[in-house]
């Protein structure tokens, strides 16, 4: 079963307009929350991340939200540029465990169109 | 170089062979972290090694796996009497000691059992 879902395979958007991307989870267990990126042929790169004790977390052009009565959290990106179009995973992790193990979703293809 | 490197990065094998994949990750990260990703998933976690010692190995799918360490900087995953549902990405990480949120990870090496 899958602990972090993304519901959305793939999105697209047009440049300069905002990209939001969704992320839900099951396990009540998760504290802490991130996004990565991943190019073609390159591995993940982290973005941001969230605690569970912020609803709100900002760098530059991202934004992560983070509900945690609803088990959702956004990542929003404002504006969109064509370089942000890439697969963006939504992963999550129980700090508490000791062992730091991130939990994936499948991720979502996002393509800024120019 | 200055990033996590792994090799090779590409290996095809027959049904029942043995295979090594190793990860040179970024000096001076303790930490160190093997994920696996089927077509179309996340990354999904294997192993994750605090300096030799491997402090959480419950990723693993079963004994065909193993994984080591030896002087806690290169990995390599050793996969057993390979089949073919192994087929994947093998993904390696590192991180600094107490920044497990920021994990980076590796090209992957992408193995085929034919």
């Known amino acids: 079963d899958q602990q972090v879902k993304q519901n959305s395979p793939s999105l697209s958007v047009q440049e300069g307009r905002i990209s939001i991307l969704n992320c839900d989870y099951t396990?009540?267990?998760?504290?802490?929350f991130l996004w990565y990126k991943k190019y073609p042929a390159e591995g993940p790169t982290f973005l941001i991340s969230i605690s569970s004790i912020k609803d709100k977390n900002e760098d530059g052009r991202f934004t992560v939200f983070l509900n945690k009565s609803a088990k959702h959290l956004s990542l929003h990106i404002v504006p969109s540029q064509p370089g942000d179009s890439a697969v963006y995973f939504c992963a999550a992790a129980y700090s508490g465990a000791g062992s730091y193990q991130l939990t994936f979703g499948k991720g979502t293809k996002l393509s800024v169109i120019p | 170089g200055a990033g996590v490197s792994q090799t090779p990065s590409n290996k095809v094998t027959e049904k029942g062979k043995y295979v090594e994949l190793r990860c040179d990750p970024i000096?001076?990260?303790?930490?160190l972290y093997w994920y696996r990703q089927s077509l179309g998933q996340g990354p999904e976690f294997l192993i994750y090694f605090q300096g030799t010692g491997a402090a959480d190995d419950s990723g693993l799918p079963n004994d065909r796996f193993f994984a080591v360490r030896p002087e806690g900087s290169v990995s390599t995953l050793k996969i057993q009497r390979t089949e073919r549902g192994d087929s994947a990405v093998y993904l390696c990480a590192s991180s600094l000691a107490g920044r497990w949120d920021i994990q980076y990870f590796g090209a992957g090496t992408r193995l085929s059992v034919l």
């Open positions: 000096s001076g990260h303790t930490a």
């Open positions: 396990n009540s267990m998760f504290d802490y």
